[in-house]
């Protein structure tokens, strides 16, 4: 284990944490090129290093996250569904749900400024940071965010009511396999970030938020 020594811990969810610090040491520097053969965004995440350090692993994870996730969007389109998959407003807010849900700050910082960007709908972001998944939301979003935190509670508890509600907002079944894809892997990368390191930084300020 690494001290991280004295660092700035956060003591309440926000938009934009861009600090983490980690627990383990990664692995000495074989001369491995992460960049390429994972993309310089990806390789310079610490997190993803850390959890991946077996090359194999961190093929399939980055396969994984390339098939949810994806590449920024187009923000004048972010809003569509097309070709059956999610919008990235549904799915950046069901990784931002999910994330409330698990209580990690760092990924719920990230997916709540992700999901304003997209949406436009900072005040939706708001009321979920500042009073949890029960906060007052539109329709679409309190159907969206019920069904995220029943998977991410507890899986099982997901059952036909959940798909029925989906499918009242418009996802047919490819988009509900979308979504609980979505969901599914924000529950792993959650529990993995909580356990090998935290976010760190102060809060940024509400000026700074609403700006994002």
């Given at each position: 284990m690494i001290d991280p020594g004295p660092i700035q811990r956060p003591d309440r969810f926000a938009r934009g944490y861009d600090g983490w610090v980690a627990w383990l040491a990664e692995e000495p520097d074989d001369g491995f090129d992460w960049a390429a053969a994972f993309g310089e965004q990806r390789a310079a995440r610490s997190?993803?290093?850390?959890?991946a350090g077996d090359r194999t692993v961190a093929r399939t994870m980055a396969s994984i996250e390339d098939g949810v996730f994806g590449h920024a969007?187009?923000?004048d389109r972010a809003a569509d569904r097309q070709d059956k998959e999610l919008s990235p407003i549904e799915r950046e807010f069901a990784a931002f749900v999910t994330s409330r849900v698990n209580g990690c700050l760092y990924c719920t910082g990230v997916h709540a400024l992700r999901f304003g960007q997209y949406s436009g709908d900072?005040?939706?972001?708001?009321?979920?940071?500042?009073?949890?998944?029960d906060a007052e939301l539109p329709e679409h979003l309190r159907?969206?965010?019920?069904c995220a935190a029943a998977l991410t509670a507890t899986p099982a508890t997901f059952g036909p009511e959940h798909a029925?509600?989906?499918?009242?907002?418009?996802?047919?079944?490819?988009?509900?396999?979308?979504?609980?894809h979505s969901v599914a892997y924000f529950n792993y990368?959650?529990?993995m970030v909580l356990t090998v390191g935290e976010p760190t930084g102060p809060?940024?300020?509400?000026?700074?938020?609403?700006?994002t």
């Amino acid at each position: 284990m690494i001290d991280p020594g004295p660092i700035q811990r956060p003591d309440r969810f926000a938009r934009g944490y861009d600090g983490w610090v980690a627990w383990l040491a990664e692995e000495p520097d074989d001369g491995f090129d992460w960049a390429a053969a994972f993309g310089e965004q990806r390789a310079a995440r610490s997190t993803f290093r850390l959890s991946a350090g077996d090359r194999t692993v961190a093929r399939t994870m980055a396969s994984i996250e390339d098939g949810v996730f994806g590449h920024a969007p187009d923000l004048d389109r972010a809003a569509d569904r097309q070709d059956k998959e999610l919008s990235p407003i549904e799915r950046e807010f069901a990784a931002f749900v999910t994330s409330r849900v698990n209580g990690c700050l760092y990924c719920t910082g990230v997916h709540a400024l992700r999901f304003g960007q997209y949406s436009g709908d900072r005040g939706s972001a708001r009321r979920v940071l500042d009073d949890g998944i029960d906060a007052e939301l539109p329709e679409h979003l309190r159907v969206l965010a019920d069904c995220a935190a029943a998977l991410t509670a507890t899986p099982a508890t997901f059952g036909p009511e959940h798909a029925a509600a989906l499918a009242e907002q418009g996802l047919d079944a490819p988009a509900m396999l979308d979504f609980i894809h979505s969901v599914a892997y924000f529950n792993y990368a959650n529990r993995m970030v909580l356990t090998v390191g935290e976010p760190t930084g102060p809060p940024p300020s509400p000026t700074a938020q609403d700006a994002t």
